[in-house]
């Protein structure tokens, strides 16, 4: 079993700051990739923010300059600092994990249960 625990979502106005952090646990040989993803009313779900093992990161242009995702690849958790919130940045917000759960495994990936990310004044 892999589980998720992800948290800091919440309602902030316009222009404030919020913190999620996702801890994955369970029986992991290795993740490779973490990262969020996010899914807006009626609209696809859309990469937010990658990382990896090596701590390359990408973006969506979106959030590039406002966001920024970093890792504990000791406790494996993920972290995304979102500055300059805007309304439409206002969604579920998913914590995703690439990894491998045994020497022999193939990789797989893993999702969370979403928290939700809402910006309004």
């Known amino acids: 079993q892999v589980q998720f625990v992800e948290s800091g979502g919440g309602l902030v106005q316009p222009g404030g700051s919020l913190r999620l952090s996702c801890s994955v646990s369970?029986?992991?040989?290795?993740?490779?990739?973490m990262g969020w993803y996010r899914q807006a009313p009626g609209k696809r779900r859309e990469l937010v923010a990658v990382?990896?093992?090596?701590?390359?990161?990408n973006y969506v242009d979106s959030v590039k300059g406002r966001f920024t995702i970093s890792r504990d690849n000791a406790n494996n958790t993920v972290y995304l600092q979102m500055n300059a919130l805007k309304p439409e940045d206002t969604a579920v917000y998913y914590c995703?994990?690439?990894?491998?759960?045994?020497?022999?495994?193939?990789?797989?990936?893993?999702w969370g249960q979403g928290t939700q990310v809402t910006v309004s004044s």
């Open positions: 995703n994990a690439d990894l491998r759960r045994g020497t022999f495994a193939r990789r797989q990936t893993y």
């Open positions: 990382i990896t093992s090596a701590g390359a990161t």
């Open positions: 369970g029986s992991i040989s290795f993740i490779y990739v």
